[in-house]
Structures are given as structure tokens and as C-alpha cells.
């Protein structure tokens, strides 16, 4: 089912249900009982797994294998931080106990790379440690793989997306352009050799690459290849759009500026960037009356936020 048959997904419970109605051993049942929780896990059922976690911390946590404990620490992280939908907002005051969860996954298997990945994105979201030295760790564990899965490769190469992230928000800019050319090199030679398919965080990861290129090194010519493979890579939104017409714009190309503003408002139409470089270069290529709505429409924006919050 992980393959993609996600047919399979019940066929594999009604074995698990099987072994442990079979098989009421205790030190057997944890295992199926592990199994059948990350069940769970691929199912996106949030109130079964912490059904399961109970079951499991703290008293039987050792019963957990190192792949058990890394998918579940690894889910309920994406819980915790991450958004809910409507019908588990009320789950999550029960989502607890994430760190020492992380922190067994890692020490049943130290060499986990994503046990690491884990690790290093909830030091992002609580603001803890230094996530850069957690995340190189994590490109040195899965570098010591001999092979991986898909879902493994994607985390790989977003490792080095977050990694020079947390290089930028330092202002060390060499090393995270470093990391971000050598996330783009390890995509490109996946996609050409083994057809993996682009991801919106991939894309994030060519946005973030042109970022240095438009605002660090002026690079604009690079900026724009960059920004084009964003989009391309299904990372499509205002804000790319918005550099990739100023840049089409300070270029001369005009009707090239007012495609992209365009596209972009598409995203966001009450980007305010937005409204005043499409009126500014239709105004520039004479459509006037174009223009002037743009014009109009950002005023608009710009009155009703200053009827908000003047005192």
C-alpha cells in the first residue's frame, strides 16, 4: 500500500486484527499492536494513534521498534505544530509528550537520518537549540545510506532546504547557498535518473535559492532562472510571481511584467505589491483605464486598512 495500491491499507489491518486475536502473547502483541498503529498513522487518524501512544508511553516504550517510535514521534509532531483539520481541533490539547518521544526514536537508532529530520524541525518550531547542527547531522546520516525510498529522498532533499534556511535567518549566506545548490543537484539527478516528481517544497527550495540571488548578490539573470523553476516546480504563488514581474520589469519587458503581476494576483488579489506594479505598468504600455481600476482597487485596500487602525 505505501507503494501506492493504497487498496492494500485494509487488507494489511485484517492481518494485524488477525495476529493479535490469534496471538495474545504480550511481547508479540506489542509488536502487531506497533504495526497496527502506524496503521493508523497512514490513515490520518489522529484519536486511534493517541489511543496507541497511551497504550505505550511511558511504561512500554522499549516494546516500540525504532521505526515505530520514529513514525510516531515524527506524526504527532506534524500534529502539534502543524494545522488540524476541523474534526481533530479539539485533540489538540492531547497531543503531548513530543519531545521525549523524538528524543527515544533517536536514541533506539542514533544513525536515524530522519529520526534526526525530527528532531531538527521541532527545534525550528519551538525555537530551541541550534536546528542548522541538527539538520547537518542529518544530511551526514542519510549521506552513510546505501539506499532509499522515495519518501525518504524528498526528505532528504528538504533537509537541505531547511538547513540553509537556518543558514539565511543567520545572514550566513554563503553556506546556505551552498546547501541550497547541493539540495537542487541531488533533485535534478533524482528526477533524471530515477523520474522523481517535483514537490511544492522542492519549488520552495529554487524560490529560496533565487531569495539570495534577487536580494543578496544581485544576481537578477540567476534570480529570475531560479524563480521560473519555482514555479515550474509547483511553488506558484504571489509573492514569486511579484520578484519575477520587478524583475521582467526593470528588464523592459512589459507585456513579460504584466503576465506575471497578473499570474500573480490570481494567487492573492489584494496583494498590495502587486496592485501598484500592474497599474504602474499599464500605465507605462498606455492602457490607461487598466490602470486606473488598479490604481482604484489599491486605494481601496490601502483606505479600509487605514479605517482600521488609525486611533
Same mark, same amino acid.
Given at each position: 500500500?505505501?507503494?501506492?495500491?493504497?487498496?492494500?491499507?485494509?487488507?494489511?489491518?485484517?492481518?494485524?486484527?488477525?495476529?493479535?486475536?490469534?496471538?495474545?502473547?504480550?511481547?508479540?502483541?506489542?509488536?502487531?499492536?506497533?504495526?497496527?498503529?502506524?496503521?493508523?498513522?497512514?490513515?490520518?487518524?489522529?484519536?486511534?494513534?493517541?489511543?496507541?501512544?497511551?497504550?505505550?508511553?511511558?511504561?512500554?516504550?522499549?516494546?516500540?521498534?525504532?521505526?515505530?517510535?520514529?513514525?510516531?514521534?515524527?506524526?504527532?509532531?506534524?500534529?502539534?505544530?502543524?494545522?488540524?483539520?476541523?474534526?481533530?481541533?479539539?485533540?489538540?490539547?492531547?497531543?503531548?509528550?513530543?519531545?521525549?518521544?523524538?528524543?527515544?526514536?533517536?536514541?533506539?537508532?542514533?544513525?536515524?537520518?530522519?529520526?534526526?529530520?525530527?528532531?531538527?524541525?521541532?527545534?525550528?518550531?519551538?525555537?530551541?537549540?541550534?536546528?542548522?547542527?541538527?539538520?547537518?547531522?542529518?544530511?551526514?546520516?542519510?549521506?552513510?545510506?546505501?539506499?532509499?525510498?522515495?519518501?525518504?529522498?524528498?526528505?532528504?532533499?528538504?533537509?537541505?532546504?531547511?538547513?540553509?534556511?537556518?543558514?539565511?535567518?543567520?545572514?550566513?549566506?554563503?553556506?546556505?547557498?551552498?546547501?541550497?545548490?547541493?539540495?537542487?543537484?541531488?533533485?535534478?539527478?533524482? !528526477?533524471?535518473?530515477? *523520474?522523481? $516528481?517535483?514537490?511544492? @517544497?522542492?519549488?520552495?527550495?529554487?524560490?529560496?535559492? /533565487?531569495? #539570495?540571488? =534577487?536580494?543578496?548578490?544581485?544576481?537578477?539573470?540567476?534570480?529570475?532562472? !531560479?524563480?521560473?523553476? *519555482?514555479? $515550474?516546480?509547483?511553488? @506558484?504563488?504571489?509573492?514569486?510571481?511579484?520578484?519575477? /514581474?520587478? #524583475?521582467? =520589469?526593470?528588464?523592459?519587458?512589459?507585456?513579460?511584467?504584466?503576465?506575471?503581476?497578473?499570474?500573480?494576483?490570481?494567487?492573492?488579489?489584494? @496583494?498590495?505589491?502587486?496592485?501598484?506594479?500592474?497599474?504602474?505598468?499599464?500605465?507605462?504600455?498606455?492602457?490607461?483605464?487598466?490602470?486606473?481600476?488598479?490604481?482604484?482597487?489599491?486605494?481601496?485596500?490601502?483606505?479600509?486598512?487605514?479605517?482600521?487602525?488609525?486611533?
Amino acid at each position: 500500500a505505501d507503494s501506492g495500491d493504497t487498496t492494500k491499507y485494509p487488507l494489511a489491518k485484517e492481518q494485524y486484527d488477525l495476529l493479535i486475536n490469534q496471538y495474545g502473547e504480550a511481547k508479540k502483541q506489542d509488536t502487531y499492536l506497533g504495526r497496527l498503529m502506524r496503521y493508523y498513522i497512514r490513515m490520518d487518524d489522529l484519536a486511534q494513534v493517541l489511543q496507541y501512544k497511551d497504550i505505550f508511553y511511558p511504561q512500554k516504550l522499549n516494546a516500540l521498534s525504532a521505526d515505530d517510535l520514529t513514525e510516531l514521534s515524527g506524526y504527532l509532531l506534524d500534529k502539534r505544530y502543524g494545522s488540524l483539520r476541523p474534526s481533530e481541533q479539539g485533540l489538540r490539547i492531547r497531543i503531548e509528550d513530543v519531545r521525549p518521544l523524538l528524543e527515544a526514536a533517536l536514541k533506539k537508532d542514533e544513525s536515524n537520518p530522519l529520526a534526526l529530520y525530527n528532531l531538527g524541525r521541532y527545534s525550528l518550531f519551538t525555537h530551541t537549540g541550534r536546528a542548522a547542527d541538527i539538520f547537518q547531522s542529518t544530511l551526514d546520516a542519510f549521506k552513510k545510506r546505501s539506499r532509499l525510498n522515495r519518501k525518504d529522498t524528498y526528505t532528504f532533499i528538504n533537509t537541505y532546504r531547511l538547513l540553509g534556511e537556518e543558514y539565511v535567518d543567520s545572514k550566513e549566506y554563503i553556506p546556505a547557498q551552498r546547501a541550497y545548490n547541493d539540495g537542487i543537484a541531488l533533485f535534478e539527478s533524482e !528526477n533524471k535518473n530515477a *523520474s522523481l $516528481e517535483s514537490t511544492e @517544497d522542492i519549488g520552495k527550495l529554487y524560490a529560496d535559492l /533565487g531569495d #539570495i540571488n =534577487y536580494f543578496i548578490n544581485g544576481a537578477m539573470d540567476a534570480a529570475l532562472d !531560479n524563480y521560473t523553476q *519555482s514555479v $515550474e516546480n509547483k511553488n @506558484d504563488n504571489a509573492s514569486v510571481r511579484y520578484k519575477i /514581474g520587478y #524583475i521582467q =520589469y526593470t528588464n523592459q519587458n512589459l507585456r513579460e511584467a504584466q503576465g506575471s503581476f497578473t499570474l500573480g494576483l490570481d494567487s492573492d488579489d489584494k @496583494d498590495e505589491h502587486l496592485l501598484l506594479a500592474l497599474a504602474n505598468t499599464l500605465s507605462l504600455l498606455d492602457s490607461h483605464w487598466a490602470a486606473q481600476g488598479y490604481y482604484e482597487r489599491l486605494l481601496g485596500i490601502l483606505n479600509t486598512d487605514f479605517e482600521k487602525f488609525k486611533v
